[in-house]
């Protein structure tokens, strides 16, 4: 696994910053609404739906909230349509950048995507630049604290997982992203307790960053991800251990 997924690790442990969580919600059903309009209202049916729904119960959105927001992505309650963007770029020193966009106005999410890459040193990319680096999966995060590697390996196997890696205080399993339900449902049915699931973007190639190189970068895709109209970010950075455990601290 890349450094950025270590530090999406330490980001999946942080709790919900009150201020935030009106944001984070808005997200989450975002998601959903488009899930269930793309591949229908049945979770166990629709991986994409499973994943939105997923991260918005980990984010602890109302359950009747998350309902509401199915029926609207299926056309039972009324709801604004949503457009699916990707927009590609460069980081400075040269680390690669997906930017994933649910938006009811594709202008505005083009022009506030374009203001952070400008404001923060960095440049936009013609389309196929570099998502040829990255590789969509499920990922589920587990407490290290509550099972031991073979125990987890040995139920996420059955079920479809390609790997477990370490990182610090969480098992991440790795799976293809129509697995991750299942994955994820196995490891609860057994009684294994999960941080956090989703599906990301992993890159094939990564840019090691020191200190001083990694604020830019971070400032940036912060800054990327407190757009209303942005759902994720990805990118293919790697940090240091040493330099993971400063920032995070």
Same mark, same amino acid.
């Given at each position: 696994? #890349?450094?950025?997924? =270590?530090?999406? +690790? ?38 994409? %739906? ?7 119960? /980990? ?7 998350? @309902?509401?927001?199915? =029926?609207?992505?299926?056309? *039972?309650? *009324?709801? !604004?349509?949503?457009?699916? $963007?990707?927009?590609? +770029?460069?980081?400075? +020193?040269?680390?690669?950048? $997906?930017?994933?966009? %649910?938006?009811?106005n594709r202008n505005r999410a083009a022009a506030d995507v374009r203001r952070i890459f400008t404001k923060y040193g960095s440049s936009l990319a013609e389309p196929g630049a570099v998502s040829w680096m990255f590789t969509k999966r499920g990922i589920v995060m587990v407490p290290k604290a509550t099972v031991s590697e073979d125990d987890l390996l040995a ?8 790997? %477990?890696?370490?990182?610090?205080? $969480?098992?991440?399993?790795? #799976? ?12 609860? *049915? ?7 699931? $989703?599906?990301?973007?992993? &890159? #094939? ?10 604020? &830019?970068? @971070?400032?940036? %895709?912060?800054?990327? *991800?407190?757009?209303? /109209? !942005? ?6 950075? /790697? ?9 995070? +601290?």
């Amino acid at each position: 696994m #890349s450094g950025h997924s =270590k530090w999406a +690790g330490i980001k999946h442990k942080k709790a919900v910053i009150d201020a935030r969580r009106g944001k984070a919600f808005a997200k989450r059903l975002r998601a959903i609404e488009v899930a269930a309009r793309e591949g229908g209202g049945k979770v166990d049916a629709n991986p994409t %739906l499973a994943d939105a729904v997923s991260r918005a119960r /980990d984010d602890s959105v109302p359950t009747d909230t998350i @309902l509401r927001a199915i =029926k609207r992505g299926t056309g *039972e309650l *009324e709801g !604004v349509t949503y457009e699916t $963007l990707t927009y590609e +770029g460069y980081a400075p +020193g040269g680390v690669a950048v $997906l930017v994933d966009v %649910l938006t009811d106005n594709r202008n505005r999410a083009a022009a506030d995507v374009r203001r952070i890459f400008t404001k923060y040193g960095s440049s936009l990319a013609e389309p196929g630049a570099v998502s040829w680096m990255f590789t969509k999966r499920g990922i589920v995060m587990v407490p290290k604290a509550t099972v031991s590697e073979d125990d987890l390996l040995a139920v996420a196997l059955q079920e479809g997982a390609e790997d %477990l890696s370490d990182q610090g205080d $969480l098992w991440q399993v790795t #799976s293809a992203p129509h697995d991750l339900p299942k994955v994820r449902a196995a490891i609860e *049915e057994a009684g294994f307790p999960v941080e956090s699931s $989703l599906i990301t973007m992993e &890159p #094939s190639t990564t840019v090691e960053l020191d200190r001083d190189g990694a604020g &830019p970068v @971070l400032k940036l %895709l912060d800054a990327l *991800e407190e757009l209303d /109209d !942005v759902q994720e970010v990805h990118s293919n950075f /790697d940090l240091p251990d040493d330099v993971m455990a400063d920032l995070a +601290g």
